[in-house]
């Protein structure tokens, strides 16, 4: 069963840092891009940062540019999250491309089609 299983979110204070992981199985996951993506109630799926299925690449949202990074190592993709703030309260989903080595990953849900259960980020100001 193919499957990616998120986790490290919590509760932080505005300036805070976490780490979330998203580990992945059930098949080959690096020759695919891969992205996290974040919902708050009321809001729609927004993408966060994505990385190249090579991991030569890294693409991030205007507004976590500068402060999250997007990395991959073996069956694993971290999101370090640095100088949290409270508008980064959602949560937050890892996902695989829908297409295997894509020159460069896209920003909507409909280029992906696995993902994770999620996992909760809250910062308090």
């Known amino acids: 069963q193919v499957q990616l299983v998120e986790s490290g979110g919590g509760m932080v204070q505005a300036g805070g840092s976490l780490r979330l992981s998203c580990v992945a199985s059930?098949?080959?996951?690096?020759?695919?891009?891969m992205a996290w993506f974040r919902q708050s109630p009321g809001n729609e799926r927004e993408f966060v940062a994505a990385?190249?299925?090579?991991?030569?690449s890294t693409y991030y949202s205007e507004h976590v540019e500068g402060r999250f990074t997007i990395s991959r190592s073996g069956a694993t993709t971290y999101l370090q999250m640095n100088s949290l703030k409270p508008e980064d309260t959602a949560v937050y989903y890892c996902?695989?491309?829908?297409?295997?080595?894509?020159?460069?990953?896209?920003?909507?849900?409909?280029?992906?089609?696995?993902w994770g259960q999620g996992t909760q980020v809250t910062v308090s100001s």
């Open positions: 059930g098949r080959t996951f690096n020759s695919y891009a």
């Open positions: 990385i190249k299925w090579s991991g030569t």
């Open positions: 996902a695989t491309d829908s297409n295997r080595q894509r020159n460069k990953p896209g920003r909507a849900p409909e280029h992906y089609d696995i």
